[in-house]
């Protein structure tokens, strides 16, 4: 079992920040890549950002590429996503997930929410314009 906490969301307006922190606890949290993924009203859930478990791989959905960065501190049990400059269609609840899936040192996690076991019961980012 791995049990996740987000905090961190908020309301800011656009070109705003915020940080986001996904504490985990149980089985072994530094073995597995994790996963950030956000679901907007009416839309599916999606992936935002992924790290692989020892943080030296990541991946970001291009909508944003170069505005947030996840990165983790297997010490504390946690990841984090920072969001900057952001807009009103990032407006969403925002999740995180473990994938325990291991496809090497590198695999940064899948981009589906199936390829996730277990997940945080999310936090709401909302971005004014």
């Known amino acids: 079992q791995v049990q996740l906490v987000e905090s961190g969301g908020g309301s800011v307006p656009t070109g705003g920040s915020l940080t986001l922190t996904c504490a985990a606890s149980g089985r072994t949290f530094a073995s597995h890549a994790m996963g950030w993924f956000r679901q907007a009203p009416g839309k599916e859930r999606a992936i935002v950002a992924s790290?692989?478990?020892?943080?030296?791989?990541?991946y970001y959905t291009d909508s944003v590429e170069g505005r947030f960065t996840v990165f983790r501190d297997n010490a504390q049990n946690t990841v984090y996503l920072q969001m900057s400059s952001l807009k009103p269609e990032d407006t969403a609840v925002y999740y995180c997930a473990a994938d325990l899936n291991y496809k090497g040192p590198l695999y940064s996690g899948g981009l589906s929410d199936t390829d996730y076991a277990y997940w945080g019961q999310g936090t709401q980012v909302t971005v004014s314009s």
């Open positions: 790290i692989s478990w020892n943080g030296r791989n990541t």
